[in-house]
Every structure is written in structure tokens, then in C-alpha cells.
């Protein structure tokens, strides 16, 4: 079987806007799109179709969801190949077992208010920090300026970079989106100060910090980032050393971006399926789509 491009649907103005963002992707890679509604017990059931005590007009809102969003970006997306699917069961499990057999899976994320940000919900919490495979999440609109298409057209791809632990599938992918939609890429790594210069300081050391720290980061980061832009030569690349938290620089960068890319690491069996503070900052403040790419 073709991979898919999976998008979760539940009648939300968030998961129409996710299905749009993932049809035009589809296209992008050439795969066909799996419009996915899961109608077991869950809060999209209320909110957004009849009330689950009514399993005749329950079972005809959740046939009736997805074969419309499919006809209309069939309709909308010239040659994409679209089929949709209810499956009843719990929307995290069903979700994570699609993303099991996609190319990458898209959820959409409610705005709150401005000063919470966004709201990701249990389900979209559970699958994004389980899934093997990368997770893409999608606002309805609301941004600055008054966002109202997913995507930003002329905006940058923007990836957070650990310079300390870098993640080889974390910049394939921000790479390859960027390739994919000619946008320039943006690579934000922090700059830390190591315990070492703080004791050269006190020792009344002669240190030049910022233009040994400046020197190491970009041999570190040219080591780092070079194999992928030999391997994208057609796409621009600038690296951005930030001072402070990196996701207040993410979210920052998101207002003016096509897409965020964000690493999640492999759970281990002490801490099992979490997101880090960094991704889960940006998905909850992001006004770009956010992927949340798994890696070890």
C-alpha cells in the first residue's frame, strides 16, 4: 500500500483547516490523502455533530463529515487523490494506528485568546507525543494580521536546532519541507555559555566569550548542517544563533512562517511518551503549523 497523508477530521473549523493544509501537501509529495473521522466518544462528537445518545443521526453525521471535506478538496485540488474514512473506536488509538501506515499525520489546534495561546486537546496531547512518525499541527486562522489560510505563501520554513544534540531527522524533514515549497529555511540554535568560562571570569581569566563561543557554534553548526545543504543545494539556508529560551524564538519566528519544525525525542522507558518544554511551548503559541517530528 502508498503511504498516506493523513488528516484527522471531527467537524471543526481546525480540522477543515488541517485537511487543507494536508491536501496541499499531498500534492507536494504525490501521495494520495486519508481523511480519517474516528467516531468514538470524544469531545469533537459534541461539539461539533449531534450528541452520541442519538446513534441513528450520530453514525450519519460521522458518514456525512468526511465524504463532504472529501468532495471539496477533490473539487479544489486538481489530480489529488482523496478517500475518506470513518472508523469507530477511541480517536487517539485510531489516530495513532494511521499514523503508523502515513507519510505524515495533520491535526488541527483551536485558538484560544491571545494570551493562552492555543489549546491542543487530549487527544491531539496523546497522539502528538506518541506517534512514530511526524505529526502536523494546523490553526484555523487568527494569527497576526488575521491569519485565515494555513499557510503563510511567502513565509520561511523555521527549524530549532540543538547544536549539543542534533537530530538528523529533524533537519531532513525541515529541509526537504523547504525544498519542496522553494522557501528559504531558517535554522534558530541557542548559544550557551559553558560552567568553564563562568570560572575563568571569577578567576579573573583574560576570555574573549563571545568570540570563542561564536568561533566553536559555527564550526559546530556548519558541521552539522553542511551534509543537508549539500544534499538541498537549491535551498537557501540562514542559521541564527539566539540568547535565551529557544521556544520564545520559535514562536517569535512562527508569525511570519510557513511552517515550525520541532523535535520530540524518542520516549525511554523511564519517562515514556512526553513532549519537551520546547515543543510544547511552540504548539501551544505557534501561529504557523507546527511539525512535531519524532526522533532518537
Known amino acids: 500500500m502508498l503511504p498516506f497523508i493523513t488528516a484527522g477530521l ?10 487543507e493544509w494536508a491536501a496541499a501537501e499531498a500534492l507536494r509529495r504525490g ?15 459534541h461539539a461539533y455533530g449531534p450528541h452520541p445518545a442519538d446513534p441513528a443521526l450520530h453514525r450519519h453525521w460521522a458518514e456525512r463529515i468526511p465524504r463532504e471535506a472529501a468532495a471539496a478538496l477533490r473539487g479544489s485540488h ?13 480517536p487517539a488509538q485510531t489516530l495513532l494506528e494511521a499514523a503508523a501506515d502515513s507519510e505524515l499525520l495533520v491535526l488541527g489546534s483551536r485558538a484560544v485568546r491571545p494570551v493562552t495561546g492555543y489549546l491542543m486537546g487530549s487527544v491531539s496531547l496523546a497522539v502528538t507525543s506518541r506517534a512514530d ?24 520554513v523555521v527549524v530549532g536546532l540543538d547544536l549539543s544534540r542534533p537530530a538528523e531527522r529533524v533537519l ?3 529541509f526537504d519541507a523547504a525544498a519542496r515549497r522553494t522557501a528559504r529555511l531558517r535554522v534558530l540554535h541557542s548559544r550557551n555559555r559553558p560552567s568553564l568560562y563562568g570560572e575563568e571570569v571569577a578567576a579573573g581569566l583574560d576570555v574573549d566569550l563571545d568570540g570563542e563561543l561564536a568561533a566553536q557554534e559555527a564550526d ?16 537557501t539556508v540562514t542559521g541564527e544563533a539566539v540568547v ?41 503559541h505557534s501561529t504557523a503549523p507546527v511539525a512535531v517530528v519524532p526522533h532518537d
Do not use: M, N
Request: zero cysteines; charged letters at 20%.
Open 10 to 19: 471531527d467537524g471543526s473549523a481546525e480540522s477543515r483547516a488541517a485537511a
Open 78 to 90: 486538481q489530480g489529488l487523490t482523496v478517500v475518506a474514512e470513518q472508523v469507530a473506536g477511541p
Open 133 to 156: 512518525r511526524p505529526v502536523v499541527l494546523v490553526r484555523a486562522g487568527g494569527g497576526p494580521a488575521g491569519r485565515t489560510v494555513p499557510e503563510i505563501p511567502d513565509g520561511d
Open 244 to 284: 535565551g529560551t529557544p521556544a520564545r524564538h520559535l514562536v517569535e519566528a512562527a508569525a511570519t512562517a510557513r511552517l515550525v519544525v520541532v523535535g520530540r525525542r524518542a520516549p525511554s522507558l523511564k519517562i515514556g511518551p512526553r513532549l519537551g518544554p520546547v515543543a510544547h511551548a511552540v504548539l501551544h
Open 31 to 45: 501521495l494520495p490523502l486519508r481523511l480519517l473521522l474516528a467516531s468514538g466518544r470524544h469531545p469533537g462528537a
Open 220 to 235: 559546530e553548526y556548519a558541521r552539522v548542517v553542511r551534509p543537508w545543504q549539500e544534499k538541498f543545494p537549491a535551498v
Open 172 to 174: 531532513e524533514f525541515a
